[in-house]
């Protein structure tokens, strides 16, 4: 029994702490875009690419300056390698050798080394390339943002999409179930053919179908948000902004007359710094033709022994010291460096014709993109007027069928139609948004 509560006690304390630890969030679809730029998971890996390029770019930097290193070093020569020397030098016999151990069984060095690029041709290009390197990543992470802030308005919309056909089949169901039953009613006085309320119950075993798919939708658009947003699936999200009013706020004319200059959209840009860095590799390549000029300054000591002493006061250290300039001058490479810098040139008119194609299917991006989000007003206007008219046909055709003056069929076509025509307008309101979202990401206006 005792365990039991103590099971019981640990399980309630699970519960409390998985409740407080679930946070609550409230965004406007501004707020929402906002805090995924920060927190979208995406968009901190793209500031963490950016943080390696400008520890990269310092690493480049780094190997042009002066370079110090220490090392120690122990030897012991348990088996001195010996050597033959014309035994004559000892008082021997002439034509003889004698064996001779050179050296002591115990060695230790120490040494520091203080070395100086004073010139590199490479070394200057690479400095060059660290600044394109880290460019691309900054350019990179606005791209992120772009493409972030374009999936949240995306994701934002769907959920207000479902939120509203939610509501909107269950005041059909409501209606619905309302008519169901007064016609049952009609028909248990024998007043109306049973075959009304048999299409009746069609009708709403579709609309329950269809609402409990959307119900299933929302969760799944809801989760799919949150997780665009950098937020836990578990945490509560609220979205204060309603479709009706994005759609009005995105309706936006002066839009469509913007001019587009490629140049501004960041494909181009990024492309464009592939082109600098293939020229910088030309560069690369040409630069190794030029000489490489080094400094060295090496200082240390060195002691020897037939016994481990070197830990001794009285052990005697021999110091050493040297300065050193090294030229190194490239003069034959069989043309292997002509060839190199060939292959970088071809590459260099390839990023070139890259970057001409990227600025002709931008222009091109944006026609369809300019065209698809005029559509979407054409439509969002059509079907707010085909919704209207379907509700005045679907109310008149439900008072003649309660009236008798109309089958089942007819009022039930009806409802079809109107039924359609509320997913129409909420499918076109929800393109309005999308598609001008599209528009101003090819525009460039982030």
Known sequence: MKNKI??????????????????????????????????????????????????????????????????ISYQNNFEIQ????????????????????????????????????????????????????????????????????????????????????????????KVLEKTLFDTDQTFKNGLIEEENVEQLKITLASVNSNLNYVTRLKDISLKMLKVNLGI???????????????TQKNLDLALKSTDFNATSNINYVITKNFVEQRNLEMKLEKSKALPSLFAGVNFGYNSFGNKFTFFNSEQKYFNFSNLGITLNVPIFSSFA???????????????????????????????????????????????????????????????????????SFDFTEAQRQLYSSQQTYLQAMVDVINKKAALEKIIGNQ
């Open 6 to 71: 103590i099971l019981i006690l640990l399980l309630f304390a699970s519960i409390v702490q998985a409740q407080e630890e679930k946070k609550s969030y409230s965004f406007s679809l501004d707020e929402a875009v906002t805090h995924a730029t920060t927190n979208n998971r995406s968009a901190i890996n793209a500031n963490r690419d950016i943080e390696m390029a400008k520890k990269k770019k310092w690493e480049t930097t780094a190997s042009g300056l002066p370079q110090i290193n220490g090392s």
């Open 82 to 173: 010996k050597s033959l020397i014309p035994a004559e030098i000892f008082g021997g016999q002439p034509g003889t050798f004698q064996e001779v151990a050179f050296g002591t069984k115990h060695n230790a060095t120490g040494n520091l080394s203080l070395t100086q690029l004073l010139f590199d041709g490479s070394y200057i290009v690479a400095l060059q390339a660290s600044k394109t390197y880290l460019q691309f990543y900054e350019n990179s992470k606005k791209k992120t943002d772009i493409e972030v802030k374009e999936m949240i308005i995306n994701s934002y919309g769907s959920v207000l999409l479902a939120d509203e056909s939610v509501q909107i089949l269950q005041k059909n169901k």
């Open 337 to 407: 460096r002509s060839a190199r810098t060939q292959q970088a040139q071809i590459a260099l008119e390839k990023a070139k014709t890259d970057l001409t194609e990227t600025e002709q299917k931008l222009k091109l991006a944006y026609q369809n993109a300019k065209s698809d989000y005029e559509y979407s007003i054409e439509q969002y206007n059509s079907s707010k007027e085909s919704l209207g008219l379907a509700e005045r046909i679907e109310n008149k055709q439900q008072i003649k069928f309660k009236e008798g003056l109309s089958s």
């Open 232 to 246: 836990e699936i578990e945490d509560e999200l609220t979205l204060t902004d309603k479709l009706d009013d994005l």
